[in-house]
């Protein structure tokens, strides 16, 4: 099984509409984060989380919310998804030392129409 | 502000060549550096990373990197690519005491039969 799953694997909404992404991991890692992939921008940080009680705005915030419903889980929102939401989305996790690897689930391609 | 510039968007090379992928990193100090790959429909991988050391440092798959402080630079090679190496590649930094990764734009690596 997979260490860092994602849930949905691929999604399509409306504008407007809520979603949510989920994200669980087996790894025992204190560390989660949510980035976006867009062509030609690299991977930029939304959300990041260093325990169940830790929550920080990364790069790109705006639209977006979290919640750490405990160490293993880590879940991404949209409250009202726009078009340029549009993209591919990771959920990654490390363990608690800054030089430690982070490790990525497979992403969820989200589509807002 | 931190950044991270991979200057090459696609790079194609033969089967066989060997191949440097380039990476220039903004950043007061010597920041925690990373190389990964994303092939296609799957998530990123970690190939090396660099923290202190040693600056010539060598990941899995036959890949290595080299630091050189004076010009901000943590470039990727490997002698021989083989068809398989085909993907997107990231480099990434994370400066001291954050936790959190800056990704590069990504380079697409093609090779050529």
């Known amino acids: 099984d997979a260490d860092v799953t994602q849930t949905p694997r691929n999604r399509i909404t409306k504008t407007g509409k809520r979603i949510m992404l989920e994200c669980s991991q087996t790894?025992?890692?204190?560390?989660m984060y949510w980035y976006r992939q867009d062509p030609g921008l690299g991977l930029r940080l939304i959300y990041y989380?260093?325990?169940?009680?830790?929550?920080n705005k990364g790069e790109i915030s705006d639209g977006y919310s979290v919640s750490r419903q405990a160490q293993a889980k880590f879940s991404l929102s949209l409250e009202s998804a726009i078009p340029n939401q549009t993209a591919l989305y990771f959920c990654?996790?490390?363990?608690?030392?800054?030089?430690?690897?982070?490790?990525f689930g497979p992403g969820t391609r989200l589509t807002v129409l | 502000a931190q950044s991270v510039t991979q200057p090459d968007i696609h790079i194609t090379v033969s089967e066989g060549a060997s191949l440097e992928l380039r990476c220039n990193y903004s950043?007061?100090?010597?920041?925690?550096l990373f190389w990964y790959v994303q092939s296609p429909g799957q998530g990123l991988q970690l190939l090396l990373k660099?923290?202190?050391?040693?600056?010539l440092v060598q990941g899995i798959k036959g890949f290595e990197a080299e630091f050189k402080r004076s010009q901000s630079s943590f470039n990727l090679r490997k002698p021989s690519v083989h068809w398989s190496d085909a993907a997107e590649y990231f480099c990434?930094?994370?400066?001291?005491?954050?936790?959190?990764?800056?990704f590069g734009q990504g380079t697409t690596l093609q090779v050529k039969p």
């Open positions: 790894k025992g890692h204190d560390r």
């Open positions: 990434a930094v994370s400066p001291g005491n954050t936790g959190k990764l800056i």
């Open positions: 950043y007061g100090a010597t920041p925690y």
């Open positions: 989380s260093f325990d169940v009680k830790d929550i």
């Open positions: 660099y923290f202190s050391g040693d600056t």
């Open positions: 990654a996790t490390s363990e608690t030392r800054d030089s430690d690897e982070q490790f």
